[in-house]
């Protein structure tokens, strides 16, 4: 898919990238790149804070899941990023914890003349009983047919 299919791409749909489970070295190697607070790079330190164990950067579940899901889904169809806006990190995300993604198309503003649509997408991240984890929206151009 090189352009999205308005007769076929609603608003509402949405798509379950099923579970995400970190290491406690991939943990590690991401936060070392993007986000290097002790509580995220060294196991020991984060024994003796808040969180009293190793979590995860807020942006890294997100982060696999953009890359590893969504972009095969929709990347070629991408004109480019708008924004991402209210963002919660609301649970930690610890080694080895099962995070259940969903991303759903929460609205879609077409512009038929331009053959784009700006496309507002909301990726919830859940715990095994539900809880929410994280989320966020995301505005996205793409193509469209």
């Not at 972009?71 to 930690?92: A, H, Q, S």
């Not at 879609?108 to 053959?115: G, H, L, M, R, V």
Request: with cysteine; aromatic share 12%.
């Amino acid at each position: 898919m090189h352009a999205l299919d308005l007769n076929t791409f609603r608003v509402g749909d949405v798509f379950d990238f099923g579970e995400t489970v970190l290491s406690e070295q991939e943990i590690i190697d991401f936060a070392k790149s993007f986000d290097p607070l002790e509580f995220h790079t060294d196991k020991e330190k984060a024994k003796q804070s808040f969180f009293k164990n190793l979590i995860a950067s807020g942006p890294h579940v997100f982060n696999l899941v953009h890359r590893t899901k969504w972009i095969p889904l929709f990347g070629k169809t991408v004109i480019c990023g708008l924004e991402i806006n209210d963002w919660k990190f609301l649970k930690p995300v610890f080694a080895d914890m099962p995070v259940h993604a969903q991303v759903k198309v929460l609205s879609i503003k077409p512009n038929a003349e331009k053959k784009h649509a700006a496309v507002k997408w909301r990726y919830k991240f859940t715990t095994d009983n539900g809880e929410l984890v994280s989320a966020l929206n995301s505005v996205v151009l793409h193509k469209i047919v």
